[in-house]
């Protein structure tokens, strides 16, 4: 096994916060440890742009407490090519990196599952995406800060859905997962909670609705993850205009801005303690593995099995959630 004297860190596909405090910690460990820190500007393109930057201590201050990445990121088609990973290989060996922390989601996590079967080259990955949909722990970097921000912004369409007695029919991400949806929707006592994990049956949701109204409820809020079956909000709205002709509906879609902000101190605690586990697993010889966290515990899961397998979803978490609705 080849010493490990210099590292590369990188950001990769949709960026979620707490993506930085990750990339403090791998860089003051990695100081600390005597190695050679260098931040990849833009993911996996800047490995095959060559736009490497030497990482400091004083480089990473005052950044724990803000969203996004300084190292920007992005999604490269160019490295699902072999002639792209040939680049990269290439600013690896050009630079004298000896292993990579890749910070994202499964994407992120696929490319980086070729590249070191490829090249034979060490990598840990570190789970940073909003959306907590990667196998191998609980909860992934910049979760617990989009489902506050959803929190948040539903907490203030309920005041005026209030008001008007109307019904308000909320898009979150999510494109392959409810995660979002279920936790900000048992958060804010939403009446619908519509996730991809489950069937929508859209005749389910108008009995639901029309209950709640016989149990004198005025107002509503139906969440819906954007990768659910049946549509988006605007699908759902719909629907529901069509059976509730005399109740006004209306359509937020929250967008990116679940993908901004300061991370939580929760976000900040998850992304230092793996950051500096990432570290010390290149030290130790693990590569080919997300690090995370499981019951409170470092967990490594390879990279193959954490995008092939979803964390699940607790399906009584959505039956609770209808219950504590009424
Ligand atoms: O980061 C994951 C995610 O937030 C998904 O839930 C969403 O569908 C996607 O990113 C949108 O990303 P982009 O706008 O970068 O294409």
Do not use: W
Request: net charge negative.
């Amino acid at each position: 096994m080849k010493e490990i004297n210099k590292i590369g860190v990188l950001t990769s596909g949709g960026d979620s916060p707490g993506m930085n405090a990750a990339i403090r910690a791998v860089v003051r460990t990695g100081i600390y440890e005597g190695l050679e820190v260098v931040g990849i500007i833009k993911g996996y393109q800047g490995l095959i742009d060559n736009e490497i930057t030497l990482m400091h201590s004083r480089s990473v201050s005052n950044i724990i407490q803000r969203g996004g990445t300084i190292l920007k990121s992005a999604r490269s088609d160019e490295f699902y090519s072999e002639e792209g990973r040939k680049k990269a290989y290439d600013t690896l060996v050009k630079n004298n990196i000896d292993a990579l922390i890749v910070i994202g989601g499964d994407g992120t996590f696929t490319g980086a599952c070729i590249f070191e079967k490829e090249y034979d080259f060490p990598i840990v990955g570190l789970p940073g995406t909003i959306d907590n949909d990667l196998f191998g722990t609980d909860f992934t970097i910049g979760f617990d800060t989009a489902v506050n921000t959803v929190v948040e912004a539903v907490d203030k369409l309920r005041d005026t859905a209030d008001s008007h007695d109307r019904i308000f029919i909320i898009e979150v991400m999510g494109r392959d997962a409810g995660f979002i949806a279920l936790r900000s929707g048992i958060a804010t006592g939403a009446e619908q909670i519509l996730i991809p994990e489950s069937i929508t049956y859209i005749n389910e949701l108008i009995t639901k609705l029309q209950t709640d109204y016989a149990h004198n409820k005025t107002s509503g809020i139906i969440i819906v993850a954007e990768g659910d079956d049946f549509g988006g909000a605007f699908d759902v709205a719909e629907e529901v205009n069509k059976f509730f002709p005399d109740f006004e509906t209306r359509v937020s879609i929250l967008g990116h801005i679940q993908r901004g902000g300061s991370p939580s101190s929760f976000d900040r605690v998850l992304a230092s303690t793996l950051g500096y586990e990432a570290v010390k697993a290149l030290l130790k010889g693990v590569r080919g593995v997300m690090v995370g966290s499981i019951n409170r515990k470092v967990a490594y899961t390879p990279f193959e099995k954490s995008i092939k397998h979803h964390q699940e979803i607790n399906m009584e978490f959505l039956k609770m959630a209808a219950v504590l609705s009424t």
